[in-house]
Nanobody
Framework: QVQLVESGGGLVQAGGSLRLSCAAS????????MGWFRQAPGKEREFVAA????????YYTDSVKGRFTISRDNAKNMVYLQMNSLKPEDTAVYFC??????????????????WGQGTQVTVSS
């Protein structure tokens, strides 16, 4: 079992930055790929970014490339999402998720086994 707790969400003006954090329980954190997903009101949950268990591979959805950076610290059981140049369309609840992969970093929600409760990000125009 892996328990995930997100933090760092909030209200920010367009063009601003936020850093989301996700704390994971368990001793085998490095065996899990970690992903960030988001869900805006009335929309389906969508992939944002993912990082493999060993940190070697990262993937981003096109709309956040160049603005968001996913990273992890396996010694601290933490994964981060640095979000810069935020836009109103980035407003959503952001979820972190864990999938049992060391090298791969899945981009589909169905491949993730564990989910956090989400943290709200609101970007005002």
């Amino acid at each position: 079992q892996v328990q995930l707790v997100e933090s760092g969400g909030g209200l920010v003006q367009a063009g601003g930055s936020l850093r989301l954090s996700c704390a994971a329980s368990g001793r085998t954190f490095s065996r899990y790929a970690m992903g960030w997903f988001r869900q805006a009101p009335g929309k389906e949950r969508e992939f944002v970014a993912a990082i493999s268990g060993n940190g070697a591979n990262t993937y981003y959805t096109d709309s956040v490339k160049g603005r968001f950076t996913i990273s992890r610290d396996n010694a601290k059981n933490m994964v981060y999402l640095q979000m810069n140049s935020l836009k109103p369309e980035d407003t959503a609840v952001y979820f972190c998720a864990a999938a049992s992969w060391v090298v791969r970093a899945p981009i589909t929600s169905g491949e993730y086994d564990y989910w956090g409760q989400g943290t709200q990000v609101t970007v005002s125009s």
